[in-house]
């Protein structure tokens, strides 16, 4: 058995891959938009000027597969009470990876020294989504 992370942007999941690409090095393996499905969507299921948004996306950062899509396409996401946990072999990359994801978010826990950790830090980025970024001791 395995979990995986599926994030619905709302609209903005090509803008988060771009993001994500940038900041973290995500590599895409697959996106499909409303458009391209084999199956015709259902009136009604997406908005209209909706056709060029991602039904379908999976991408990896690092060794993890990641999954997203525009959901209902209203520019409503909601990412409370979840977060990406990102484990980094030293304080350099978590410095940067912080830095990076921060852009256009917020800082919830600047990367500080803990018991469990030589840094650790808590950021939501520019979409909502929370970042938890751990240094291996």
């Not at 991602?54 to 979840?82: E, K, L, W, Y």
């Amino acid at each position: 058995m395995k979990v995986e992370a599926y994030l619905n942007f709302d609209g903005r999941c090509e803008e988060a891959i771009e993001f994500y690409r940038h900041a973290l090095g995500a590599e895409v393996e697959m996106l499909m938009r409303y458009k391209d499905s084999p199956e015709s969507c259902s009136p009604g299921r997406v908005p209209p000027g909706s056709e060029n948004k991602v039904m379908h996306s999976s991408f990896r950062i690092g060794n993890t597969r990641v999954m997203a899509s525009d959901c209902h396409c209203q520019g409503q996401s909601n990412f409370q009470g979840i977060a990406l946990a990102l484990t980094v072999p030293d304080e350099a990359k978590a410095e940067r990876l912080f830095t990076a994801l921060g852009d256009g978010g917020k800082v919830l826990q600047p990367l500080t020294k803990t018991f469990f950790s030589p840094r650790f830090g808590v950021i939501a980025d520019r979409f909502g989504v929370c970042w938890m970024i751990h240094v291996a001791p």
